[in-house]
């Protein structure tokens, strides 16, 4: 009865590599969000997306290329890993746009680049 | 622009009252927030607060919002070495385009004693 999920966890990987970070919703809700939290614990929002449509986007690297394939799910993907991409990655969905109300959050993706 | 600031660090003993402070900037914003996050975890929603309002109580968690000073505070009765975790204050933020975003401070580390 898991909210909102990521996978994987855990992701340890080398620099300059491609890789993707999951996360689902059964919570039927329209709006996903990527925030990304640094080894500070500073936590900032990189995308948004409603019912498939990207409506935030945070000067983030295009590097970084979210995809909806489904109001359900929103994956992150990162092309040529760098050392400073290494942080928590949370997933988060919301009930409503554009006036959210509550924003509910994935257990995050502890990503290390080597 | 959008800020919100915490302290960093509070250190309570077991049974007293917490008191976490927060200052935010947008005076558009609509709802206020408290997330929680222990060690290693996600991010819980504790509890958020209208804007219109002036408090909302909650078992043992007391939101106190001044509008007129942008300040918003969580206390927490009878703490327990169980509350030991960040606290992050966020505002939600409404930018030209109507979009919804969350901005955090930068947490406050609750430290219970026994």
């Known amino acids: 009865d898991t909210a909102v999920s990521q996978t994987p966890k855990y992701l340890v990987t080398q620099m300059g590599n491609d890789k993707s970070i999951k996360c689902e919703q059964n919570l039927g809700h329209d709006t996903m969000y990527w925030y990304k939290q640094d080894s500070k614990k500073f936590l900032k929002i990189m995308f948004s997306y409603n019912n498939k449509e990207l409506i935030i986007n945070e000067t983030v690297p295009n590097r970084f290329s979210p995809k909806s394939p489904d109001k359900a799910h929103l994956n992150l993907h990162i092309n040529s890993l760098e050392l400073g991409d290494s942080a928590v990655y949370f997933c988060?969905?919301?009930?409503?746009?554009?006036?959210?109300?509550?924003?509910?959050f994935g257990p995050g993706t502890r990503l290390l680049v080597l | 622009g959008e800020d919100v600031e915490q302290s960093l660090f509070l250190s309570v003993r077991e049974g007293d009252s917490s008191v976490i402070n927060c200052t935010y900037t947008?005076?558009?914003?609509?709802?206020l927030y408290w997330y929680k996050q222990e060690p290693g975890a996600g991010l819980q929603l504790l509890t958020y607060?209208?804007?219109?309002?002036d408090m909302k109580q909650d078992q043992r968690l007391t939101v106190l919002l001044n509008k007129k000073d942008k300040h918003l505070s969580l206390r927490i009765a009878d703490t327990q070495t169980g509350d030991s975790a960040i606290y992050f204050c966020?505002?939600?933020?409404?930018?030209?385009?109507?979009?919804?975003?969350?901005?955090f401070g930068q947490g406050t580390t609750l430290q219970v004693k026994p």
């Open positions: 947008d005076s558009s914003s609509t709802y």
């Open positions: 607060i209208f804007s219109n309002m």
């Open positions: 988060a969905s919301s009930p409503t746009w554009p006036r959210q109300e509550t924003q509910y």
């Open positions: 966020a505002e939600t933020s409404y930018g030209s385009s109507n979009t919804g975003k969350l901005i």
